[in-house]
Structures are given as C-alpha cells and as structure tokens.
C-alpha cells in the first residue's frame, strides 16, 4: 500500500511540473517561495502582493490599462479587464483559442467582437471590452467575476476571481498610484536600437495613449506630463515595454530605473516632476 502511494505522490508531482506556470504570485512576507522565480518583471504596491510575470505579459496589461485610463475607465474596471485578459489568455495575445476565439480576451468574430484581425490588435480588443462592461448596469458595485462574466458569458463564471488581487495591485501600480512599483530586468541583446527603438517606442506610446505622446530627444523619447500620477502611469508603461522598444533606463521625479538591475534607485536628477525620460540602447 505504501508503494503505491509512493507511486501516486510521485505522478502527481509529475503531473503538477508538467503544467509550467505563466505567473507567480508570492506575499511581501517572509513566507518560503513554493514556486521557483526567474520571471523577469515584478510589480508591487504597498501592504499588498507582489506579482510576477514575463515581459510579453506586462506589456499587454500595460497596454490594457492605456487604453482604460485615456477612456477615463475607473480603476475598479481596469482590474475587471486585467482580470479577465488573466484568465481568458495569461495576458498573451493568443492567435487562437475554443472554437474562434482571439486575443487576450478571447473574443470571437462570430458572436460580433469584429474581425479577427481587429481582436488581434490588444487594443482594439481592450476597447471592446471596455464597451461592453460600461454598459453592464452596477458593474462598478459587483465582485470582480459577476462583472466580467456579464461581459464574457463563460462556462466558468467563477474562474475570473482568482486573479481579482493581482490585478488590483497591477491596475494600482500602472494607474500610477504607487510610484517605482514596477521593474523589469532586460537580459542579452535589445531587439531594437537606437533612432529605430526611439521611433518605435514613440509608435507605441501614441497607440496606447494618443496622438501627440512623446517627444523623440538625443537620449531616446521623453513625455511631458501634468502630474506626478500621470508621470508614473508613463514611466510605468515604458519599463513594461522596455524589453521589445530596446528601453535603457526611464527618469522620472528624481528616481530611475535601469534595465540590467531592474529596479529602481535615486536618479541622476535629470528630470523633472513634469517630465519622464527614457533612454534607448545605441
């Protein structure tokens, strides 16, 4: 009997390893690390949890939050989006799904979200989504997976709450609300550099937050910004799309952070509370 249940324990394990795991989540206690480490970015707010994820991940949850804070969506139905983007898709623009189902919200074309190509573009699908949940009477006062499932109508309308803590801390810290809050340490090679990684990560932020963001300089790009939150909301965003702009460093409000160590430090005093600089890899 112990034999087998030897035997059992152990496939299990394999089973368990077998399934890999797309972001970790740990307490900012003293609490042992059960899952190994190793992702690249870390976001944190205080008294709160602090999420890790890849790059690729943070960069459409920060592209998620762009396009609800420039709609003057309140943060409640950022966390929903990040929430549901979460469970739909693990934050990744998945070219497929179920059935016909898209994008990090797995929309489909068939049930009217538009056409595949337009759900494939992480903004046009957060839009969406956005549309959809403003029109959901008393969203704002519902538990976080009564309000996506209204906009969503999955086989599995409790799966959203799992991911209602991570998302608030991500929705807190890329609203701009906690500033510093978010790191990510850029291994090996840029993929873009110089005026090209300037000139893209210019297209990026005008996509994301409008027409006339961002200014391209003799360091990379700098935003001018009408207050310290909105500075972050940006610094933030540029360290989430640091790995494929070829982002350096970003300054902002005496702090920077730079890509090898991945955090941030007292900075250079470059930059002012109305502006934030964002140096790219020459």
Known sequence: MRKWAALAGFMAFVVLAGLGVVAVVRMLDNVPKLLPSGYPCKVGVPAGTEVELEAGQLANAATIA????????????IVVALATAWQESKLENLTGG??????LFQQRPSQGWGKAEEIADPRYA???????????KGWQDMRVTDAA???????????????????????TALAGEAGGSVGCTV????????????EALVQGLRLDWGDKTGTLDAAGVSVTVRNEQAGWQYAHWLV????????????????????????????????TGTVVVAEVHS
């Open 66 to 77: 762009a396009v609800g804070i420039r709609r003057g969506i309140p943060r409640q139905g």
């Open 98 to 103: 179920d059935r016909d189902s898209i994008g």
């Open 126 to 136: 957060s839009a969406r989504f956005y549309n959809a949940l403003v029109r959901v």
């Open 149 to 171: 499932q209204a906009v969503q109508r999955s086989a599995y309308p409790e799966a959203y709450e799992k991911w209602a803590d991570e998302s608030l801390v991500l929705a």
């Open 187 to 198: 291994d090996g090679k840029p993929e873009s550099r110089g005026v090209a990684a300037a």
């Open 240 to 271: 989430a799309h640091a790995t494929d702009r070829g982002v350096r460093r970003v300054t902002f409000g005496g702090r920077q952070w730079d890509a090898e160590s991945g955090s941030w430090a007292s900075g250079d005093g470059t930059a």
